[in-house]
T-cell receptor, first 114, second 114 residues
Framework: GAVVSQHPSRVICKSGTSVKIECRSL??????MFWYRQFPKQSLMLMAT?????????EQGVEKDKFLINHASLTLSTLTVTSAHPEDSSFYIC??????????FGPGTRLTVL | KNQVEQSPQSLIILEGKNCTLQ??????????LRWYKQDTGRGPVSLTI?????NTKSNGRYTATLDADTKQSSLHITASQLSDSASYIC?????????????FGTGTQLKVEL
């Protein structure tokens, strides 16, 4: 089946620094990728839709200047959390949409901001 | 508003026992309904996928059912194992233009004990 990877799996950073998370579709091309955020014991919440070669579409309430998304190729999307603060600590999950329209999820990235 | 509700919120069963998780949805029309297993600190992994015309789908010890008339789905786990301890999420993919935005249930937290 389709495989999606994320890197890093865990990251700890100091408040005020920026963190980049990569999402890759390993065996298919994805013109569209999605970024989700998940708090403990809650379901996934869509943050933004990443479109290859164009600007990302952000969900209501998500700051586009804080969560920078770049989808430079058909197999890679990156999420950069800028000037991270402790409230940004969360589990970030990406998904990639295959040509049939199905989404496949990455393993997630645990971000801890001290 | 599209919604997916799951019950119970949490469940504890003894190893070897069976259990059934419920999912009620309002998404209509929909392309497919998936059940995912999400281990703590990991991304969701698809267990079963059903289109609106399918009534049941099995994957090993997991059997999902779908009643499109009542807009209900269930996931039955047979002969549970300790490794089944996880969150189980029901996800509905809408049909048409909104097909990119999945609707997630809140999940059922299953714990299998000795």
């Amino acid at each position: 089946g389709a495989v999606v990877s994320q890197h890093p799996s865990r990251v700890i950073c100091k408040s005020g620094t920026s963190v980049k998370i990569e999402c890759r579709s390993l065996d298919f091309q994805a013109t569209t990728m999605f970024w989700y955020r998940q708090f403990p014991k809650q379901s996934l919440m869509l943050m933004a839709t990443s479109n290859e070669g164009s600007k990302a579409t952000y969900e209501q309430g998500v700051e586009k200047d804080k969560f920078l998304i770049n989808h430079a190729s058909l197999t890679l999307s990156t999420l950069t959390v800028t000037s991270a603060h402790p409230e940004d600590s969360s589990f970030y999950i990406c998904s990639a949409r295959d040509p049939r329209g199905e989404q496949f999820f990455g393993p997630g990235t645990r971000l801890t901001v001290l | 508003k599209n919604q997916v509700e799951q019950s119970p919120q949490s469940l504890i069963i003894l190893e070897g026992k069976n259990c059934t998780l419920q999912c009620n949805y309002t998404v209509s029309p929909f392309s497919n309904l998936r059940w995912y297993k999400q281990d703590t600190g990991r991304g969701p992994v698809s267990l079963t996928i059903m289109t609106f015309s399918e009534n049941t789908k099995s994957n090993g010890r997991y059997t999902a059912t779908l009643d499109a008339d009542t807009k209900q789905s269930s996931l039955h786990i047979t002969a549970s194992q300790l490794s089944d301890s996880a969150s189980y999420i029901c996800v509905v993919r809408p049909l048409g233009g909104g097909g990119n935005k999945l609707t997630f249930g809140t999940g059922t937290q299953l714990k299998v004990e000795l």
